[in-house]
Antibody, heavy 120, light 107 residues
C-alpha cells in the first residue's frame, strides 16, 4: 500500500525558515516524480514544486522560486521542502504527492498534509 | 501563466442525476489535464488523468473529455458519496495550475 506521511509543519514567524519532510513507503520511491501542493485555509489547491526521479530537475512557480527548495533522498525514500523567507501568504496545508508513472505530472497519491502557519 | 476557469462554482444536484462540470483553459493545454476530488477534511484524490483516463479504483460513473481549451468531467449517476469539491489541473506548461474548484452538493 502506498503511504505518504508529511511532517515538520508548525507555527513559524515571518522571515524564518522551515523544512518539511515526506516519508514514502509501499513503492519504489526512486522510480517516481514527486511534488508538493499546498492549500491555504478554505482556499483552493496550488502547485508548489516538482522533482524528477533522480532529483536533477526541479520546477517551481514564481510565487516560491528562490525561497523554496524541493529535494529528495532516494536511499531514505524521503522528500523534502526547504522553505525560507516565509511570508504570511505561505500559510497552508502542504501535501506531498507522487506522480502516476509515465504520466509523471499526474498526482496519483497524496499524503494527509502538514499545516504550516506563518504568523508573528 | 495558464488560467483555469471552472464552472459552475457550486452545483446542486439530486441522487441519480447526470452531472457535468466544466473547466476552461486560457490557452491550448493539449489534453494535459487531470481531475481531482477533495472531500471535506481529506486530501485530494486523482479521478481522471490526461483528460479521459480513469484512475485505478475510481468508479466508472466518472468520465472525462475535452480538447484544446475546453474540458469536462461527467458523473453519469450522482451518488451521495460524490459530494465534494472537484478541481481541474493543467500541467501542459509551467507554472502548473489548478482551477478554483466546483463544489458539488446534494439537492
Amino acid at each position: 500500500e502506498v503511504q505518504l506521511v508529511e511532517s515538520g509543519g508548525g507555527l513559524v514567524q515571518p522571515g524564518r525558515s522551515l523544512k518539511l519532510s515526506c516519508a514514502a513507503s509501499g513503492f519504489t520511491f526512486s522510480n517516481y516524480y514527486m511534488a508538493w501542493v499546498r492549500q491555504a485555509p478554505k482556499k483552493g489547491l496550488e502547485w508548489v514544486a516538482t522533482i524528477s526521479t533522480s532529483g536533477s530537475r526541479t520546477y517551481y512557480p514564481d510565487s516560491v522560486k528562490g525561497r523554496f527548495t524541493i529535494s529528495r533522498d532516494n536511499a531514505k525514500s524521503s522528500l523534502y521542502l526547504q522553505m525560507n523567507s516565509l511570508k504570511s501568504e505561505d500559510t497552508a496545508t502542504y501535501y506531498c504527492a507522487r506522480g502516476l508513472g509515465y504520466r509523471y505530472n499526474s498526482l496519483a497519491y497524496w499524503g494527509q498534509g502538514t499545516l504550516v502557519t506563518v504568523s508573528s | 501563466d495558464i488560467q483555469m476557469t471552472q464552472s459552475p462554482p457550486v452545483l446542486s444536484a439530486s441522487v441519480g442525476d447526470r452531472v457535468t462540470l466544466s473547466c476552461k483553459a486560457s490557452q491550448n493545454i493539449n489534453k494535459n489535464l487531470d481531475w481531482y476530488q477533495q472531500k471535506h477534511g481529506e486530501a485530494p484524490k486523482l479521478l481522471i488523468y490526461y483528460t479521459n483516463n480513469l484512475q485505478t479504483g475510481i468508479p466508472s460513473r466518472f468520465s472525462g473529455s475535452g480538447s484544446g481549451t475546453d474540458y469536462t468531467l461527467t458523473i453519469s449517476s450522482l451518488q451521495p458519496e460524490d459530494v465534494a469539491t472537484y478541481y481541474c489541473y493543467q500541467y501542459n506548461s509551467g507554472p502548473y495550475t489548478f482551477g478554483a474548484g466546483t463544489k458539488l452538493e446534494l439537492k
